[in-house]
Structures are given as structure tokens and as C-alpha cells.
């Protein structure tokens, strides 16, 4: 019997909906994918920064991905904020008993706002364990970088960078996302074999959270649909484009991205009626 497709997020939470585990969720429905969700740190967060943190334990991140492994098997699973080594070696220890399960690695390090979402000492640990167990890594600029200990400012920084990913650290395959470079926003991807660049014209707004989760979010659940690595990518780039270029004018900070826009080609039809909560007046 056909059965819908399932994709799982490992992540820190955002109560404002823009990031984290929500994010991914709102996705993951959007890709008509049944989300799945572990929490790994409650973070108290909005679109103006963090304001606390609060990381599960490792035995509570167990016992929930317990429940889903022996439950509701995932046909994708994708990482965003895991803190701590202890975590990540718990996340290891659930692929390495999948070895064929889609991998989607988005190794969240520091929000925009400049808080620190990774500890600094965790850096080695997901480039030995994890990166080795990806099937698409998806650093942005800076986040390449400090895995890297280069920086990674150009495309032709990008497209080293995607190389070693994958020759030097294992991916085995790894997108650059150039949301922080200054013209057009350019990501490079590369599989292994080729490289791929995925261009559209940078939107000039300040309404970019949760950009990165989002973009990833859209990998997985693709991956989950069994489509392939070139044709997730060219959905993540056209599904982040119209949620950033449709902006929904929330909150008092960077604002969250529009997870209607790709599905509605804009915004709902009760947008214009709705007073704003918060946005630009
Ligand atoms: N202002 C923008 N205009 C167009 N695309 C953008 C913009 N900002 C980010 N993107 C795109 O959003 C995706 C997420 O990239 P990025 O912002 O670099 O990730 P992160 O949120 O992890 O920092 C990429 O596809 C990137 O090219
Ligand atoms: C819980 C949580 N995870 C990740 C982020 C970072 O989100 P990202 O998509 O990289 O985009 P920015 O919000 O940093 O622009 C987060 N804030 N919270």
C-alpha cells in the first residue's frame, strides 16, 4: 500500500516560526511531507535575537528519537541546531544504524542576530562524525569557513569549499548557500563529480530568518519523495526565493520568510485584511 512520505528534523525550536523546528515543519507540510520533530535545545528566540537557551538532555533527545525510530521510520531526516558533543555523537549513534537513509546537515553555528547556537569546542565534532554521515552538507558563507578555518567570501571560495566537504571531510555531497555574499545570491553545490551553480538576484530586505533552515528543510523533504540530489537543490533555490521575495512584514526584527509563498505564488488571500502583529506599520 502507498503510504505518504515521513522526513524528521533534529533541531532547536523558534516560538516566533521563522527557524528551528518550526520552520522545518511548516516545510516539510508545504512539500506535502509529514514532519516529524526531536527537539534538541528550547530556544527563546525571535526575530530580534536569543534571549535563552535551554539544551534537552541527552537522555530526553534519546528517548524521542526512540520514539519516532520505533514508530513512524523516517524517509529523510535533517539536522539543525545540535549543540553539544554529547548530542551529536547520540545523533550518530541513530544514522550509523541507517546507513541509507537520506542525511540532510545544516551545521547551525551562530543565528544572524550573532548569537551562538553551537558550542565552539562541538566544530571538530561534527566535521569527524557527522559531515562523514551527510548526504548534502549546507554551510552558509560563515559556517563554511569555520569549519574549514578559511574564509570563504568568493564563488571560487565556495566551490573549493564544496570540494573539500566532500574529498576531504566525507559529504557526500555539499551545497555553499551565498545568502551573506554582496551580489546576486549564488549557491554552489557539488555532488561529487560536478559542480552546480544555482543563481537568483539578491532581494534587498532585512527579512531573512530562518533562511538556512528552511532551504534545508526543503532538501529533505525532497530527498524523502526519493528525488535527486540536482532536483532538491533547484527546489530549496526556488522555494527560499519566493518565501523571501513574498515577505509576510513580521515582527520587530528580522522578520521570518513566507513558507506559503512557493505552493501560492505569493501570500494568503486573507493577507491584506490582517491588521499587522508587530511588523512595519
Ligand atoms: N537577500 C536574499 N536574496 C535572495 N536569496 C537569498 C537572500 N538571503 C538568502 N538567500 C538564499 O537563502 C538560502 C539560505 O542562505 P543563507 O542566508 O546563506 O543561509 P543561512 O540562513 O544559513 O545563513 C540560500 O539559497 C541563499 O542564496
Ligand atoms: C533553533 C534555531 N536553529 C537555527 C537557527 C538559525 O537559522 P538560519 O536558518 O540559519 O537563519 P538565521 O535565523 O540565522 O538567519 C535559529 N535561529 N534557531
Same mark, same amino acid.
Request: hydrophobic share 40%.
Given at each position: 500500500?502507498?503510504?505518504?512520505?515521513?522526513? =524528521? %528534523?533534529?533541531?532547536?525550536?523558534?516560538?516566533?516560526?521563522?527557524?528551528?523546528?518550526?520552520?522545518? =515543519?511548516?516545510?516539510?507540510?508545504?512539500? $506535502?511531507?509529514?514532519?516529524?520533530?526531536?527537539? %534538541?535545545? /528550547?530556544?527563546?528566540?525571535?526575530?530580534?535575537?536569543?534571549? #535563552?537557551?535551554?539544551?534537552?538532555?541527552?537522555?530526553?533527545?534519546?528517548?524521542?528519537?526512540?520514539?519516532?525510530?520505533?514508530?513512524?521510520?523516517?524517509?529523510?531526516?535533517?539536522?539543525?541546531?545540535?549543540?553539544?558533543?554529547?548530542?551529536?555523537?547520540?545523533?550518530?549513534?541513530?544514522?550509523?544504524?541507517?546507513?541509507? &537513509?537520506?542525511?540532510? =546537515?545544516?551545521?547551525?553555528? /551562530?543565528?544572524?542576530?550573532?548569537?551562538?547556537?553551537?558550542?565552539?569546542?562541538?566544530?571538530?565534532?561534527?566535521?569527524?562524525?557527522?559531515?562523514?554521515?551527510?548526504?548534502?552538507?549546507?554551510? $552558509? =558563507?560563515?559556517?563554511?569557513?569555520?569549519?574549514?578555518?578559511?574564509?570563504?567570501?568568493?564563488?571560487?571560495?565556495? @566551490?573549493?569549499?564544496?570540494?573539500?566537504?566532500?574529498? #576531504?571531510?566525507?559529504?557526500?555531497?555539499?551545497?555553499?548557500?551565498?545568502?551573506?555574499?554582496?551580489?546576486?545570491? @549564488?549557491? /554552489?553545490?557539488?555532488?561529487?563529480?560536478?559542480?552546480?551553480?544555482? %543563481?537568483?538576484?539578491?532581494?534587498?530586505?532585512?527579512?531573512?530568518?530562518? @533562511?538556512?533552515? @528552511?532551504?534545508?528543510? /526543503?532538501?529533505?523533504?525532497?530527498?524523502?519523495?526519493?528525488?535527486?540530489?540536482?532536483?532538491?537543490?533547484?527546489?530549496?533555490?526556488?522555494?527560499?526565493?519566493?518565501?523571501?521575495?513574498?515577505? &509576510?512584514?513580521?515582527?520587530?526584527?528580522?522578520?521570518?520568510? $513566507?513558507?506559503?509563498?512557493?505552493?501560492?505564488?505569493?501570500?494568503?488571500?486573507?493577507?491584506?485584511?490582517?491588521?499587522?502583529?508587530?511588523?512595519?506599520?
Amino acid at each position: 500500500m502507498k503510504r505518504v512520505k515521513t522526513a =524528521l %528534523t533534529i533541531a532547536g525550536t523558534d516560538p516566533t516560526g521563522g527557524a528551528g523546528i518550526q520552520a522545518d =515543519l511548516k516545510t516539510f507540510e508545504e512539500r $506535502n511531507v509529514y514532519g516529524m520533530s526531536v527537539v %534538541t535545545s /528550547v530556544v527563546a528566540q525571535n526575530t530580534c535575537g536569543v534571549d #535563552a537557551v535551554a539544551h534537552q538532555s541527552v537522555e530526553m533527545i534519546d528517548k524521542q528519537l526512540d520514539c519516532v525510530f520505533r514508530d513512524i521510520m523516517p524517509d529523510a531526516v535533517k539536522t539543525g541546531m545540535i549543540a553539544t558533543r554529547d548530542m551529536m555523537v547520540l545523533v550518530d549513534e541513530y544514522l550509523s544504524r541507517f546507513p541509507d &537513509l537520506p542525511y540532510v =546537515l545544516d551545521p547551525v553555528m /551562530v543565528a544572524t542576530s550573532g548569537d551562538v547556537l553551537m558550542e565552539e569546542k562541538s566544530r571538530e565534532v561534527i566535521r569527524d562524525i557527522l559531515i562523514p554521515k551527510a548526504t548534502v552538507v549546507t554551510p $552558509n =558563507l560563515k559556517e563554511a569557513g569555520l569549519i574549514l578555518e578559511r574564509p570563504i567570501e568568493t564563488i571560487e571560495d565556495m @566551490t573549493d569549499a564544496a570540494k573539500i566537504f566532500v574529498h #576531504a571531510l566525507g559529504a557526500k555531497s555539499a551545497v555553499v548557500k551565498g545568502g551573506h555574499l554582496t551580489l546576486d545570491a @549564488t549557491d /554552489v553545490f557539488y555532488d561529487g563529480h560536478k559542480v552546480y551553480y544555482y %543563481t537568483k538576484p539578491r532581494i534587498d530586505t532585512k527579512h531573512t530568518h530562518g @533562511t538556512g533552515c @528552511t532551504y534545508s528543510a /526543503v532538501i529533505a523533504a525532497e530527498l524523502a519523495k526519493g528525488s535527486p540530489m540536482t532536483e532538491a537543490v533547484q527546489h530549496a533555490k526556488n522555494f527560499i526565493h519566493e518565501a523571501i521575495y513574498y515577505g &509576510l512584514n513580521l515582527g520587530k526584527g528580522n522578520g521570518p520568510t $513566507n513558507h506559503f509563498a512557493y505552493r501560492l505564488k505569493g501570500v494568503p488571500d486573507n493577507f491584506i485584511d490582517q491588521p499587522l502583529s508587530g511588523g512595519d506599520e
